[in-house]
């Protein structure tokens, strides 16, 4: 899996999701605590709201209760889901089958839309944690980020 920095990877985010056609879109984005999850999915945001796409950034994980909207009334939510997820996805090391959550995006969106996430990120900051053997579609090295609760 190919690393970029931070504004490397936000560049090629934005690339990937203004190629989906599915609605809504739904991006996961995954990382420990002050990793920079937060900032990253409301810059993306802003970069798509400014251009049209109404994007909804969740703060903190999702639940049940807005995958059963999506699923129920999709044209009640935004075309454009951004997700937090404050921890790795569970791996099997010998051989890499992501293990889904019961919280996390990906499940989620397996159970009530029937479908996986258009793509998963993974955005850690190398000063405070390791990359991890977790597959993503994307890891983002983001060493700009700060500790809130130092």
């Not at 920079?36 to 999702?62: D, T, V, W």
């Not at 999506?70 to 935004?78: C, K, L, Q, S």
């Not at 051989?95 to 479908?115: C, N």
Request: negative net charge.
């Amino acid at each position: 899996m190919e690393e970029f920095d931070f504004e490397e990877g936000k560049r090629r985010v934005i690339g990937i999701i203004e190629g989906v056609e599915s609605r809504p879109i739904l991006v996961g984005v995954y990382g420990f605590p002050d990793s920079g999850k937060s900032y990253f999915i409301k810059q993306i945001g802003e970069h798509f709201n400014g251009r049209g796409l109404e994007a909804g950034c969740m703060g903190g994980a999702p639940d049940e209760s807005l995958f059963r909207i999506i699923r129920d009334d999709p044209d009640y939510v935004r075309p454009l889901l951004l997700f937090h997820h404050g921890a790795d996805r569970a791996t099997f090391p010998d051989t890499k089958k992501v293990i889904p959550s019961m919280g996390e995006p990906q499940y989620l969106a397996e159970k009530f839309l029937g479908r996986g996430l258009d793509l998963s990120v993974k955005i850690y900051n190398p000063r405070f944690y390791r990359k991890g053997l977790e597959e993503y579609d994307m890891l983002i090295s983001n060493s700009d980020s700060v500790r809130k609760n130092s």
